[in-house]
Antibody, heavy 121, light 110 residues
Framework: EVQLVESGGGLVQPGRSLRLSCTASGFTFGDYAMSWVRQAPGKGLEWVGFIRSKAYGGTTEYAASVKGRFTISRDDSKSIAYLQMNSLKTEDTAVYYC????????????WGQGTLVTVSS | QSALTQPASVSGSPGQSITISCTGTSSDVGSYNLVSWYQQHPGKAPKLMIYEVSKRPSGVSNRFSGSKSGNTASLTISGLQAEDEADYYCCSYAGSSSVVFGGGTKLTVL
């Protein structure tokens, strides 16, 4: 059974940093691209970015709203994907979901339960 | 990119069929057969219902179907059931390795 478990969320002040983790199980993690999608309170879904598998270069793509501030990385030996968030803004407050994404087909077939990040002073 | 346009809400009675539209542009929905749909119940994570416009993942009821015409994709739910009441989001590839979601549609089963 595919499982994705996010951790690392919490309350952080504007301008500070936070790192989220996504621990995967139930599939060969290294064979898949991984993505982060967020949802502000009471709002819709917003794609944050993704990281391809090593077979596709392990390269990353980001939404314009987070490019230059957020970084996605992966540790295939531990089956963990990370989202490093720097220079956080109040508008980054959201539930952050880790998802498995089919590279070049661009759909998210499995989702974690999400972790809440609150950016506030 | 701008979010895809979905109706804020739709409703239907049990047993009826409803359709949720998702309107994009020639740069996203209109150019790629890479539209997916997600169901989200309150307080839960989204669930993939349709991918690549009209394909259903294993385990998803055949009451759910997808289609596309021009810049508009659609999700149809037939034989509406109480458990279908949820928020639904469309998503499309938007070029340059990016994706865009719709604003979401709240489905109410009367």
């Amino acid at each position: 059974e595919v499982q994705l478990v996010e951790s690392g969320g919490g309350l952080v002040q504007p301008g500070r940093s936070l790192r989220l983790s996504c621990t995967a199980s139930g599939f060969t993690f290294g064979d898949y691209a991984m993505s982060w999608v967020r949802q502000a309170p009471g709002k819709g879904l917003e794609w944050v970015g993704f990281i391809r598998s090593k077979a596709y270069g392990g390269t990353t793509e980001y939404a314009a709203s987070v490019k230059g501030r957020f970084t996605i990385s992966r540790d295939d030996s531990k089956s963990i994907a990370y989202l490093q968030m720097n220079s956080l803004k109040t508008e980054d407050t959201a539930v952050y979901y880790c998802t498995r994404v089919l590279v070049y087909r661009y759909y998210f077939d499995y989702w974690g339960q999400g972790t809440l990040v609150t950016v506030s002073s | 990119q701008s979010a895809l346009t979905q109706p804020a809400s739709v409703s239907g009675s049990p047993g009826q069929s409803i359709t949720i539209s998702c309107t994009g542009t020639s740069s996203d929905v209109g150019s790629y057969n890479l539209v997916s749909w997600y169901q989200q119940h309150p307080g839960k994570a989204p669930k993939l219902m349709i991918y690549e416009v009209s394909k259903r993942p294993s385990g998803v009821s055949n009451r759910f179907s997808g289609s596309k015409s021009g810049n508009t994709a659609s999700l149809t739910i037939s034989g509406l059931q109480a458990e279908d009441e949820a928020d639904y989001y469309c998503c499309s590839y938007a070029g340059s390795s990016s994706v865009v979601f719709g604003g979401g549609t709240k489905l109410t089963v009367l």
